[in-house]
Structures are given as structure tokens and as C-alpha cells.
């Protein structure tokens, strides 16, 4: 499975942006779905990630309340949208798919990851 995010950009504080990640193949109805960012100079983070069917969602601390992650299975898309945002979510982000249909938080856990997207939050 291929995945292509997009959506990134520049956006001042507080403003909001909506990432897609496109997979190439159908079967990625069957896959869970995550998102994960890597700011300059830290390791990659869990962000959120949504199980096989869009019933279950996982959100890191910090962001619950300001992401929201969805999927289209019809669309083989999977979303993240984020408002309230702040400097300190500047980053890389990366969508990533998971045979473990219930949306795990641990990278080990996924076995397709996208190319990434910029996302810088100015202040």
C-alpha cells in the first residue's frame, strides 16, 4: 500500500489546517489508520490513529480536543483535522497504516508510512 499525504502548509496560531493521506490500494478499508509528526531536532510522535472501520479513535494528550481524525473507506482516505493550532505543532507529519485494525499508538505497530507533510504554525 502507497500513501500520499498532503494539506500542510503555513498557518498562523490558532488557525487550522486539514491533512489527507490517499492510499493506493482498496484494501486499506482493512487497515487501521494513524498519524504521527517529527518536529526539528525530536523524534517522531504519536498524534492519532483510527481503527479499520472508523469506530475507535486514539489521540496523543496533546492534542485532544483541537485534531480530529476520520476515515473514508470509499475514498481510501484518511484525514486529520486540526484546529486551535499552536507553534509547538510545527512538524513533519506522517500517515501510516496498520495491519492491527484497532489504531495503535506505537510505530512498531504499522507496517506502511506515507512520505510526510509540512506543517509550519507561525506565532
Known amino acids: 500500500v502507497q500513501l500520499q499525504a498532503s494539506g500542510g502548509g503555513l498557518v498562523q496560531a490558532g488557525g487550522s489546517l486539514k491533512l489527507s493521506c490517499a492510499a493506493s490500494r482498496r484494501s486499506f478499508s482493512s487497515y487501521a489508520m494513524g498519524w504521527f509528526r517529527q518536529a526539528p531536532g525530536k523524534e517522531r510522535e504519536f498524534v492519532a490513529a483510527?481503527?479499520?472501520?472508523?469506530?475507535?479513535?486514539n489521540y496523543a494528550d496533546f492534542v485532544k480536543g483541537r485534531f480530529t481524525i476520520s476515515k473514508n473507506n470509499a475514498k481510501n482516505t484518511v484525514y486529520l483535522q486540526m484546529n486551535s493550532l499552536k507553534p509547538e505543532d510545527t512538524a513533519v507529519y506522517y500517515c501510516?497504516?496498520?495491519?492491527?485494525?484497532?489504531?495503535?499508538?506505537?510505530?512498531?505497530?504499522?507496517?506502511?508510512w506515507g512520505q510526510g507533510t509540512l506543517v509550519t504554525v507561525s506565532s
Open positions: 483510527i481503527s479499520w472501520n472508523g469506530g475507535r479513535t
Open positions: 501510516a497504516g496498520s495491519s492491527e485494525g484497532w489504531g495503535p499508538s506505537s510505530e512498531s505497530e504499522y507496517d506502511y
